[in-house]
């Protein structure tokens, strides 16, 4: 029986062709199922044999931690250079849209609260 090893809904695509890569030189066979055509299907790379789980396993982690590092590292990078965007360099970059979603936060924290502040009168 095959052995879903990873999934791939909200996975960029780097990512996901990184994984595939990874397995292809390591002699891991797999295959890939799709999302389907509206995306309720679970995409996702199987094992085709179930001894080569630990081995998959083990090379997927070790690369995720890696790119956790890369990112993380790239975040820092930017952060101490200054280039790192900040809540006033999006509203610069996009007025209407910063307030356009302040508004709707507001709106939604309004809401939540307005029963339990009614209820107490």
Known sequence: MAKQIFRLRGVPEDEAEDVRILLTENNIEFYETPGGNWGISMPALWLVENEQE???KSLISAYQVERATQARAKYDQLKLDGKFPTIIDN???NP??????????IALIYFSIMPFIDAGK
């Open 54 to 56: 630990e081995d998959a």
């Open 91 to 93: 509203f610069k970059e």
């Open 96 to 105: 209407g849209k910063f307030v356009l979603y302040l508004a709707g936060i």
